[in-house]
């Protein structure tokens, strides 16, 4: 009959008992083992070295047509992005990006910025700032560094600062006979061929088609020949007309603001002018409507009250938006520093 | 009534937890622990700034004038001063307007064609090099264009060539 | 004989696989740190900067004559050798007639652990 007794010998039990005492020490110092195995923290400073880069580096994507030119209707189509000029051009950044990735009106911080720049499963907490040398511009988007604990990269840059032309008027002052008109009109032409042929490397040239350009016009109270205080000038339109090779001159279409005298808004046309009237065309305003080799030419109709001669180019030569620094500033390269805190 | 056949289960178990213990001591000791604040990160990061510096100042603004950089501009004219100050505003500078505290140490490497050999010509130091700095190491290249012999550089570095030339701008980084 | 008592060899034996696994998790912890790299170690030993520091002083060489560039390539081929210990040459060859670009560049870098070829129409 199987022995059914229920008990247990005691030197069986002092066995186990040291056998279990044992092992249970054993198992207590596995974890000390496991204990210099981090998960989270150790890449904070990996994920800043990488958007430092996708940012500082990379151009973004879609680079061509550029990410920058879509509106906030279609911010899924941006994959990533990216400030650099071009593929070829790392450190060097272009303004219309710049300014379009720190636009909080149109990206919302974390989410629109974790899927196109930082990436990685983990929700990441960041600080992308941006600053020149000389203080002129300061960006940031993210929350606040905390004090430590923060994975983090410092890149210089240099941004291309848009080019503008400045034009006193008193120099192009129409005179003769026939000048003494009411109607005036005063053109600048882009000669897109040469502003593209002439200077290849990007930094360094002005591209009409995708970057802002500026014109500024000052002095019109001096450009009057015959001094007559009751005149008043009056900028009555903008055409822009465009000239493709072996096409006739068309127009393409009026521009209707500019900023009058100074003001930090634009008027709508016609608009009465006492000294200076500036004319912004935004970066890409020229994508569409012309390409490499078209001529533009940009025509400021002024009319005054009385006759005079005046501020007038029609019977000269439009004026050239180009590469010689005494019509047009040139684009310059100014030093600045981003920085990349991720916790 | 009390005998000895449970000796047996006594030694068996002690026998086990020797072994135990004895293989977990091994263990335990063997094992490496992996400090997580190894000097990779900080000196990733030193490296990446002092090489953006360095690009920089290599990096003309713009074409209008000669096409210099100021890299160049300032290694023709051994401008040592100069080097070392636009250095160290474009690696300590931040963008909350506080500045960092690193220092420098610059050579310029040559090749001397007389005599073959590359020659060491100390261009500018922020601090004199006591030895226990943790430093690290970025180069530029700098394209010399020393035709004629007349530049300050050519006066000041020993057996310079007076010719077109590629020289190594060597610039150690730390952190104080 | 009387058979050798064996009831408590389980006992043993326990102790036993407690312990080889100790052995196992040790290797596994062991290899955890060394065969990965750290990102930063990464970085580190990619000669990105270098690279492009080596073609931009290169393409800068565009207009120079062969007599000249020929110095500067011996300048950079020794230095690189002294202080980068790297490999650094390149050759410049004129483009075909009717090309858009000037010249062909066959640059070749090499430090040991990266090696760089290019062949640039500039």
Same mark, same amino acid.
């Given at each position: 009959?199987?022995? !059914?007794h229920? +008990?247990?010998? /005691?030197?069986? &039990?002092?066995?186990m008992t040291?056998?279990?005492? #044992?092992? =249970?020490w054993?198992?207590?110092?596995?974890?000390g083992?496991?204990?210099?195995?981090?998960?989270?923290?150790?890449?904070?400073?990996?994920?800043?070295?990488?958007?430092?880069v996708?940012?500082?580096?990379?151009p973004?994507?879609?680079?061509?047509?550029p990410?920058?030119n879509k509106?906030?209707?279609?911010?899924?189509e941006i994959?990533?992005?990216?400030l650099?000029l071009?593929?070829?051009?790392?450190?060097i950044?272009?303004?219309?990006?710049?300014?379009?990735?720190?636009?909080?009106?149109?990206?919302n911080?974390?989410d629109?910025?974790?899927r196109?720049?930082?990436?990685?499963?983990?929700?990441?907490?960041?600080?992308?700032?941006l600053s020149?040398?000389?203080?002129?511009?300061?960006?940031s988007?993210?929350?606040?560094?905390? !004090?430590?604990? +923060?994975?983090? /990269?410092?890149? &210089?840059?240099k941004i291309?600062?848009?080019?503008? #032309?400045? =034009?006193?008027?008193?120099?192009f002052?129409?005179?003769?006979g026939?000048?003494?008109?009411?109607?005036h009109?005063f053109?600048?032409?882009i000669?897109?061929?040469?502003?593209?042929?002439?200077?290849?490397?990007?930094?360094?040239?002005?591209?009409p088609?995708?970057e802002?350009?500026?014109?500024n016009i000052?002095n019109?109270?001096?450009a009057?020949?015959?001094t007559d205080?009751?005149n008043?000038?009056?900028?009555?339109?903008?055409?822009i007309?465009?000239?493709?090779?072996?096409?006739p001159l068309?127009?393409?279409?009026t521009?209707?603001?500019?900023?009058?005298?100074g003001?930090?808004?634009?008027?709508?046309?016609p608009v009465?002018v006492?000294?200076?009237?500036?004319?912004?065309?935004?970066?890409?305003f020229f994508y569409?409507?012309?390409?490499?080799?078209?001529?533009l030419?940009?025509?400021?109709?002024f009319?005054l009250?009385?006759?005079?001669?005046?501020?007038?180019?029609?019977?000269?030569s439009?004026?050239d938006y180009d590469?010689?620094?005494i019509?047009?500033?040139?684009?310059?390269?100014k030093?600045g520093?981003?920085?990349?805190a991720?916790? | 009534?009390v005998?000895s056949?449970g000796?047996?289960?006594?030694?068996?178990?002690?026998?086990?937890?020797?072994?135990?213990?004895?293989?977990?001591?091994?263990?335990?000791?063997?094992?490496?622990?992996y400090t997580p604040?190894?000097?990779?990160?900080?000196d990733?990061?030193?490296e990446q700034l002092?090489?953006?510096?360095?690009r920089m100042?290599?990096?003309?603004?713009?074409?209008a004038?000669?096409g210099?950089?100021?890299?160049?501009?300032?290694t023709?004219?051994?401008d040592?001063?100069?080097?070392?100050?636009?250095?160290?505003?474009f690696?300590?500078s931040?963008?909350g307007?506080?500045?960092?505290?690193?220092?420098?140490s610059a050579?310029?490497?040559?090749?001397?064609?007389?005599t073959?050999?590359v020659?060491?010509?100390?261009?500018a130091?922020?601090?004199?090099?006591?030895g226990?700095?943790?430093?690290?190491?970025?180069t530029?290249w700098?394209?010399?264009?020393?035709?004629g012999?007349?530049?300050?550089?050519?006066?000041?570095a020993?057996?310079?060539d007076?010719?077109?030339?590629?020289?190594l701008?060597?610039?150690?980084?730390?952190?104080d | 004989?009387?058979?050798l008592?064996?009831d408590?060899?389980?006992?043993?034996l326990m102790?036993?696989?407690?312990?080889?696994s100790?052995?196992?998790?040790a290797?596994v912890l062991?290899?955890s740190?060394?065969v990965?790299?750290t990102?930063?170690e990464?970085v580190l030993?990619f000669?990105?900067n270098?690279?492009?520091?080596v073609?931009?002083?290169?393409?800068a060489c565009?207009?120079?004559?062969?007599?000249?560039?020929?110095e500067?390539?011996?300048?950079?081929?020794?230095?690189?050798?002294?202080?980068k210990?790297?490999i650094?040459t390149?050759?410049?060859t004129?483009?075909p007639?009717?090309?858009?670009?000037?010249?062909i560049?066959d640059?070749?870098?090499?430090?040991?652990?990266?090696?760089?070829?290019?062949?640039?129409?500039?």
């Open positions: 009959m199987p022995d !059914d229920a +008990y247990l010998s /005691i030197d069986f &039990l002092a066995g040291i056998f279990m005492v #044992a092992f =249970i054993v198992a207590t110092m596995i974890p083992l496991l204990i210099s195995l981090q998960g989270g923290t150790i890449d904070y400073d990996a994920v800043a070295y990488r958007t430092g996708i940012l500082v580096e990379d973004g994507m879609p680079a061509n047509p990410w920058e509106d906030d209707m279609q911010k899924d994959q990533r992005f990216g650099a071009t593929k070829d051009n790392p450190n950044l272009a303004p219309n990006k710049i300014e379009r990735f720190f636009c909080s009106t149109s990206f911080y974390p629109d910025y974790q196109r720049v930082i990436f990685g499963d983990r929700p990441y907490s960041f600080n992308v700032s020149t040398f000389d203080a002129m511009m300061n960006w988007v993210g929350d606040v560094k905390p !004090d430590g604990g +923060y994975g983090y /990269i410092r890149r &210089l840059v291309k600062q848009p080019s503008n #032309a400045t =034009i006193n008027a008193p120099a002052r129409n005179s003769g026939d000048g003494n008109v009411t109607g009109v053109s600048v032409h000669n897109c061929t040469r502003l593209l042929q002439d200077v290849r490397n990007p930094p360094y040239q002005i591209d088609l995708r802002r350009i500026v014109v000052t019109l109270m001096n009057y020949v015959f205080p009751t008043v000038i009056t900028l009555s339109k903008i055409i007309y465009r000239q493709n090779p072996s096409q068309a127009q393409v279409r521009f209707d603001t500019s900023y009058i005298d003001g930090n808004t634009a008027s709508s046309l009465i006492n000294d200076n009237a500036s004319v912004i065309f935004p970066a890409g569409g409507m012309a390409n490499e080799n078209s001529h030419y940009i025509n400021y109709t009319k009250n009385t006759p005079d001669c005046f501020f007038n180019n029609s019977f000269t439009p004026y590469y010689s620094p019509r047009v500033t040139q684009p310059l390269l030093e520093v981003v920085e990349v991720i916790w | 009534m005998n056949d000796q047996l289960f006594t030694i068996e178990g002690v026998a086990a937890g020797l072994i135990m213990l004895f293989s977990a001591y091994l263990v335990v000791s063997a094992t490496s622990i604040g190894d000097t990779h990160i900080s990733m990061q030193l002092g090489s953006d510096a360095l100042m290599n990096t003309p603004n713009t074409t004038t000669t210099e950089s100021l890299l160049q501009n300032i023709k004219n051994n040592g001063v100069r080097f070392k100050e636009t250095f160290l505003t690696c300590n931040t963008t307007g506080s500045y960092d505290n690193l220092q420098i050579d310029l490497f040559y090749r001397d064609t007389l073959n050999s020659k060491q010509f100390h261009f130091h922020s601090r004199n090099l006591t226990g700095e943790h430093a690290v190491r970025v530029g700098v394209h010399l264009d020393l035709t012999g007349g530049s300050p550089l050519s006066v000041a020993p057996g310079i007076p010719r077109v030339q590629a020289g701008m060597e610039v150690l980084l730390w952190r | 004989m009387a058979r008592n064996d408590a060899q389980w006992i043993v102790g036993f696989i407690v312990s080889f100790l052995f196992f998790l290797i062991n290899q740190t060394v990965g790299q990102t930063a990464g030993e000669p990105k270098d690279i492009r520091d073609r931009y002083e290169v393409l565009s207009d120079l004559s062969s007599a000249v560039w020929g500067v390539q011996k300048d950079m081929t020794s230095i690189a050798m002294d202080r210990n790297a650094v390149f050759n410049i004129s483009a007639p009717g090309s858009t670009f000037k010249n560049f640059i070749h870098y090499n430090n040991g652990v990266t090696a760089y070829n290019e062949t640039a129409n500039y």
